[in-house]
């Protein structure tokens, strides 16, 4: 396969061509990767990762508490490419392995975007002499944001190393065709002829199906590369190797998720309603990206300069030469330049369609990184076209190489101001009513840390330190609740062991301790892993998860369940003298009650009874189901829905007439 792949063509680059082409490629990586060290940090919802990395390698499975199988990353890959460094690394702290790894492929997605954009150009920059300079790139690495999560444990650095490979790629595949010699009968003998390598196409088919699993969303970018391929391929043999190669991953791990989590999508998908849509929000989150940075500026600058670079050209790109026999009009049209750079610019606006409609996120910009990333991937680097004589007159030729130039030096000189803006200023660190905040420097505040790197930085959150003490004081087990004082924790007692037990069956029966907050990676991550974290939005709580969203709630956390359910469904103390004050004995009466649903017992049984043969089947048929379902978060609703009877009030109703009686 390598030898094949060596002998892809190199299109002649003019010597200024290609030196401008690595001086822009070399400066912009140096600058993105030294902008993202200054802004580096490990989020919360990065070090939800690390705590399933922790079990993996601990020999629990992809699951973020032991005995509960939920699938609280929305990436796959990234949580096994992880846990592969942790696993290298040894000794080395998870966060720093995913810090290195986040950063690197970061930079490594922004390199290889802009040469598949060199090589868009190559064809018509043949004997001219141009230079290709940072355009879209340096519009990218300018947006705050872009910095900000390209450290933040999170997936992004590898959503843009998938991008840029896949961009390289398909840039490759549409100019197979051109760059096949013909002769009367086909393409030349032994002439590389990429277009026909079963190689590339497998490889280029296998990368579009990794989409789904890269981030379930980008499954409408792999998926319609898949589709193009499709349609270019010649023979039904050649259709077959890419279905075969693009489908046999995402199907064998589909068929592993429902089986083994009995979801047919990510339970973060479950968790944050995925399907559903809040475009009020989504335009609030829109506007929210774009006022701090003026983005409107570039895209209309960038806009100007394409218009520009289309008038240069001796050669345009997307023309095609000596296209071998047997490729009809649709397959010559969809496996082209021309094709390839629509279908990447819109991808971009689909992807931010889609995030619009979904709500956006409560991370500042985060989601709308990969629909701009997309969309400047085209002009990521434009070629200054010196004038040589040959279509225009000299003089017209330097009054268009000073217009390419004038608009490149405003994208410039925009990119110095936005990588310098206060982005959201006083408001980045408050949840106002959008509910968007500018997490990076909201953690850096709240642990008092410039650099929230590890587990211990956010010891310094509050209640985190308080947690620990909170444990240590309760050794037979309980359930902590977050106190509204944030530096406490209010504790419901399991119940305890019988006083007659030795110790060592005290310790068999010992109650493991769960603790109910939002903050479910600083959490998870400084406690051990016999420690259950939950929370009420759904990321890692089962019941929270089937809960139905809420129309007002905080994007990303518009789950919302009542911390009765966590009482009612453990082993504690259940009695008014042992709950806190603003939970009700008959809520977590009727809670445990509803428990008893048929349907949400089957639904708990799916993620908590023991994996065998029959519970993998069993999950694989009713994936689809468990993944529907949904219980109504207040108890007496929930009670109503599975038509159970209500339990006795263990207090009388509040009635606002005095109490009668002895």
Known sequence: ??????????????????????????????????????RRWIADDGLIVLRTVRNLLAGNGPVFNAGERIEA??????TYLVTLGAWLGGSVRMEYVALALALTLSVLGVVLAMLGTGRLYAPSLQGRRALLLPAGALVYI???????????????????????????????????????????????????????????DGALATLAGLSVLIRPELALIG??????????????????????????????????????YGLIVPGTAVAKDASGSKWAQGLTYLTNFNHPYLLWVPVLLLAALGAVLLTTRTRPWWVRHQVPRGYGWLARTVQSPAAVVLFMFA???LQGIYWVRQGGDFMHGRVLLTPLFCILMPVSVIPVVLPDGTRFTRETGYLLAAATSVLWASVVGWSIWAANSPGLGADGTRVTYSGIVDERRFY????????????????????????LTAINNTPDGALLLPSGNYDQWDVVPAYPPPPDLSPA????????HTVFFT?????????????????????????????????????????????????????????????????????????????ECPATESMLNSVRGEMSPRRFLSNLAHAYEFTKYRIDRVPLYELERCGLPVPEPKNPPYTGMPATGP
């Open 1 to 38: 396969m390598g030898a094949r792949l060596a002998r892809w063509p190199v299109f002649p680059y003019d010597v200024s061509v290609r030196v401008s082409l690595w001086v822009s490629v070399v400066v912009v990586a140096g600058l993105f990767g030294w902008g993202a060290w200054q």
């Open 73 to 78: 990353n929305t990436s796959t890959v990234w």
């Open 142 to 200: 300018a947006v705050p944001p872009a910095r900000d999560f390209a450290t933040s444990g999170l997936e992004n650095g590898l959503v843009l190393a998938y991008l840029g490979l896949l961009w390289w790629m398909l840039v490759c595949w549409s100019q197979a065709l051109r760059a096949a010699p013909a002769t009367r009968r086909g393409v030349a003998k032994g002439a590389p002829n990429p277009a026909s390598s079963k190689y590339f």
């Open 223 to 260: 998926g319609g590369a898949l589709v193009m391929m499709l349609i270019a391929a010649r023979g039904w043999r050649r259709r077959v190797l890419i279905l075969v190669a693009g489908g046999l991953l995402p199907v064998a791990y589909q068929i592993f998720r429902m089986g083994y």
């Open 347 to 349: 991808s971009g606006l």
């Open 444 to 467: 850096s505040q709240a642990t008092g840390h410039a650099h929230p790197l590890t587990a211990a930085d956010y010891l310094d959150y509050p209640r985190m330190r308080a947690v």
């Open 505 to 512: 069956d005290r310790r068999a029966l010992e109650t493991p």
């Open 519 to 595: 903050n479910m990676g600083m959490l998870g991550m400084n406690v051990g892993l016999d420690v259950r974290v939950i929370d009420q939005i759904g990321l890692t709580n089962p019941l929270a998860m089937h809960t139905q969203r809420l129309t007002d709630g905080r994007i990303g956390h518009d789950k919302n369940l009542f911390p009765d359910w966590a009482v009612a469904e453990g082993p504690f103390l259940k009695t008014k003298q042992w709950i806190p004050p603003y939970l009700d004995e008959d809520w977590v009466s009727q809670a445990q009650a509803a428990l």
